[in-house]
Nanobody, 123 residues
Framework: QVQLVETGGGLVQAGASLRLSCAASGRTFSTYGMGWFRQAPGKEREFVATISMSGVWTYYADSVKGRFTISRDNAKNTVYLQMNSLKPEDTAVYYC????????????????WGQGTQVTVSS
């Protein structure tokens, strides 16, 4: 069992940056592939980024590639999402998730989810 708590969301203007954090507790954090997903009002949840257990391998959705960076600090049991050049279409609730197997872009591959943090980008 692992618990995930996201922080760092907020209201920003287009072009600004935010860094989301996801703190994990429970089983050894370094044994999980981690991912970020988001869900905008009236839309389905969508994949944002994922990172391997060691942090060496990352993968991004095309919509955020070059603007967002996922990273992790296994000593601090935390995964981050650095979001730069934010756009109004990035507005959503952002969720982090943990997978006991390989990191994935599919939400169904993740066993544990945080409660989410709201990111709102004004134009």
């Amino acid at each position: 069992q692992v618990q995930l708590v996201e922080t760092g969301g907020g209201l920003v203007q287009a072009g600004a940056s935010l860094r989301l954090s996801c703190a994990a507790s429970g089983r050894t954090f370094s044994t999980y592939g981690m991912g970020w997903f988001r869900q905008a009002p009236g839309k389905e949840r969508e994949f944002v980024a994922t990172i391997s257990m060691s942090g060496v391998w990352t993968y991004y959705a095309d919509s955020v590639k070059g603007r967002f960076t996922i990273s992790r600090d296994n000593a601090k049991n935390t995964v981050y999402l650095q979001m730069n050049s934010l756009k109004p279409e990035d507005t959503a609730v952002y969720y982090c998730a943990a997978a006991t197997r390989r990191p994935s872009s599919r939400g169904g591959d993740y066993e544990y989810w945080g409660q989410g943090t709201q990111v709102t980008v004004s134009s």
